[in-house]
């Protein structure tokens, strides 16, 4: 009688090095993320020329993703985005004279926390997936080292970790204000059109302590939480927000405890 095989074992990520110059770096990687170099896997980690980038693997599996903060939609953003006058950067309180210590405890690809440490925000970005961090760091690292935005990706610092329990065991100065941006249980068809997004719900999935993480960002912000929703998403529950702003597509909640004082 034949032997019955074994299941295979399947991971979620693996480390993978698209160029040999690459394979040492891949190593170094793999042990930190504590993550395997082979065997069967649902996404691939992968070191390519162009910088660090997640591959979900599958026949109808979308294209990689990576940090990318001086070209693409960033770029665009830069030049043609509104600077101050974007709606995220009113509800987080960016004004004449007034730039906050800000926490963006849900970075995911970090877009919305770069874009306010470029308009002169003083940003920490916590992240808990630690390949998300990963990609986030090699974004980072890559954009320090060009011109334009070189400054302002080296003043951005990355946490890895459950923003919860970082938020809770604080023991910095507080930040002036918290900016969240959880992922939501959404209905609708239309919210996996975006390959980002059908990558982080199929990584991630979303975020059910939002009450909790909602909770720790009012205890521990000096001066106002600020919530990225969906436009008819209904608030978090807990804390009724003190007012909403609507951009096109998304809401900002805002829970002020203060006003932001202008300096200097």
């Given at each position: 009688?034949?032997?019955?095989?074994?299941?295979?074992?399947?991971?979620?990520?693996?480390?993978?090095?698209?160029?040999?110059?690459?394979?040492?770096?891949?190593?170094?990687l793999a042990a930190r993320l504590r993550l395997p170099r082979d065997g069967d896997a649902e996404f691939s980690?992968?070191?390519?020329?162009?910088?660090?980038?997640l591959q979900e693997l599958g026949p109808d599996a979308p294209g990689p993703i990576r940090v990318d903060f001086?070209?693409?939609?960033?770029?665009?953003?830069?030049?043609?985005?509104?600077?101050?006058?974007?709606?995220?950067?009113?509800?987080?309180?960016?004004?004449?004279?007034?730039?906050?210590?800000?926490?963006?405890?849900?970075?995911?690809?970090?877009?919305?926390?770069?874009?306010?440490?470029?308009?002169?925000?003083?940003?920490?970005?916590?992240?808990?997936?630690?390949?998300?961090?990963?990609?986030?760091?090699?974004?980072?690292?890559?954009?320090?080292?060009?011109?334009?935005?070189?400054?302002?990706?080296?003043?951005?610092?990355?946490?890895?970790?459950?923003?919860?329990?970082?938020?809770?065991?604080?023991?910095?100065?507080?930040?002036?204000?918290?900016?969240?941006?959880?992922?939501?249980?959404?209905?609708?068809?239309?919210?996996?059109?975006?390959?980002?997004?059908?990558?982080?719900?199929?990584?991630?999935?979303?975020?059910?302590?939002?009450?909790?993480?909602?909770?720790?960002?009012?205890?521990?912000?000096?001066?106002?939480?600020?919530?990225?929703?969906?436009?008819?998403?209904?608030?978090?529950?807990?804390?009724?927000?003190?007012?909403?702003?609507?951009?096109?597509?998304?809401?900002?909640?805002?829970?002020?405890?203060?006003?932001?004082?202008?300096?200097?």
């Amino acid at each position: 009688m034949a032997m019955e095989e074994e299941p295979r074992i399947t991971t979620r990520v693996r480390v993978e090095a698209l160029a040999p110059e690459l394979e040492t770096e891949a190593v170094a990687l793999a042990a930190r993320l504590r993550l395997p170099r082979d065997g069967d896997a649902e996404f691939s980690l992968q070191l390519a020329p162009e910088g660090l980038q997640l591959q979900e693997l599958g026949p109808d599996a979308p294209g990689p993703i990576r940090v990318d903060f001086q070209e693409g939609e960033m770029a665009h953003r830069r030049n043609f985005g509104g600077g101050a006058g974007q709606t995220v950067a009113k509800a987080v309180g960016v004004q004449s004279g007034a730039r906050p210590r800000l926490v963006d405890a849900t970075a995911g690809l970090g877009r919305d926390g770069f874009e306010l440490a470029r308009l002169g925000c003083t940003v920490t970005l916590i992240e808990r997936v630690p390949v998300i961090a990963a990609l986030l760091e090699d974004g980072l690292r890559r954009a320090a080292e060009d011109p334009e935005i070189g400054p302002t990706a080296r003043s951005v610092r990355v946490l890895t970790g459950d923003a919860i329990a970082l938020l809770r065991g604080w023991s910095e100065e507080p930040p002036e204000v918290i900016y969240l941006d959880p992922m939501f249980p959404h209905r609708e068809k239309t919210a996996l059109v975006k390959k980002e997004m059908r990558l982080f719900r199929a990584l991630v999935g979303d975020d059910e302590d939002q009450p909790e993480l909602l909770a720790a960002a009012l205890a521990l912000a000096t001066h106002r939480v600020v919530v990225k929703r969906m436009r008819k998403a209904p608030i978090i529950a807990g804390a009724k927000p003190s007012y909403a702003l609507e951009g096109k597509t998304s809401r900002f909640d805002v829970y002020s405890k203060q006003s932001l004082r202008m300096k200097g």
